[in-house]
């Protein structure tokens, strides 16, 4: 399994960024998707993340600024960001879990600056 994502960049502070994460090869059936993202000096944490039914988690510093979705046809993930703030500053890593392997894709760096 291959995650492919893309969306990353520069914003400013209060803007908005689409993150999208492809996933191709041998899959049945993607259980979970989601993000995580890695700060400098920092560890992973976990972003949100959404399964194959629909159900979505998101972390506490994320939750009414951040969106998941999922589109099952296509293996494909989203995060919409809104309202971005420096300290979502962070490389963003896509996750699939596939029954019983867990799959990163590379990561795609958010940097929010003015």
């Known amino acids: 399994v291959q995650l492919q994502a893309s969306g990353g960049g520069l914003v400013q502070p209060g803007g908005s960024l689409r993150l999208s994460c492809a996933a191709s090869g041998s899959i049945f059936s993607i259980n979970l998707m989601g993000w995580y993202r890695q700060a400098p000096g920092k560890q992973r944490e976990l972003v949100a993340h959404i399964t194959s039914g629909g159900s979505t988690t998101y972390a506490d510093p994320v939750k009414g600024r951040f969106t998941i979705s999922r589109d099952n046809a296509k293996n494909t993930v989203y995060l919409q960001m809104n309202s971005l703030k420096p300290e979502d500053t962070a490389v963003y890593y896509c996750?699939?879990?596939?029954?019983?392997?867990?799959?990163w894709g590379k990561g795609t760096q958010v940097t929010v600056s003015s």
């Open positions: 996750y699939a879990l596939v029954v019983p392997e867990g799959y």
